[in-house]
């Protein structure tokens, strides 16, 4: 089994930064770990994975160049730090894991969510 909780959603306004955080309940090293989001009235979305292991990251159109996923191996922790927030990046943020590879939505292990509201 492996425990993901997510934290670090709040309320920012257009164009500012969020650092969000997942923590896994043990050693992920052998997992890759992925953010999902899912916005009012829409599926759930992929939006980056990284590779606990050798740190490779993966990034959907919608967060390339805005986003940076990151890792703390040490304490088995992922990061996910968003720039230039825009309202449709509001959504509920899961850390999800499965594997070695990027989790898909029909992943094993997902975290509660984090809520992120971009809003003036």
């Known amino acids: 089994q492996l425990q993901l909780v997510e934290s670090g959603g709040t309320l920012v306004q257009p164009g500012e930064s969020l650092t969000l955080s997942c923590a896994a309940s043990?050693?992920?090293?052998?997992?890759?770990i992925g953010w999902f989001r899912q916005a009012p009235g829409k599926e759930r979305e992929g939006v980056s994975c990284i590779g606990m292991r050798n740190g490779a990251t993966v990034y959907a159109a919608s967060a390339k160049g805005r986003f940076t996923i990151s890792r703390n191996i040490s304490l088995n922790t992922v990061y996910l730090t968003m720039n230039n927030l825009r309202p449709d990046d509001t959504a509920v943020y899961y850390c999800?894991?499965?594997?070695?590879?990027?989790?898909?939505?029909?992943?094993?292990?997902w975290g509660p969510g984090t809520q992120v509201t971009v809003s003036s």
């Open positions: 043990r050693s992920a090293v052998d997992y890759a």
């Open positions: 999800v894991a499965d594997g070695r590879q990027c989790p898909t939505r029909d992943a094993r292990y």
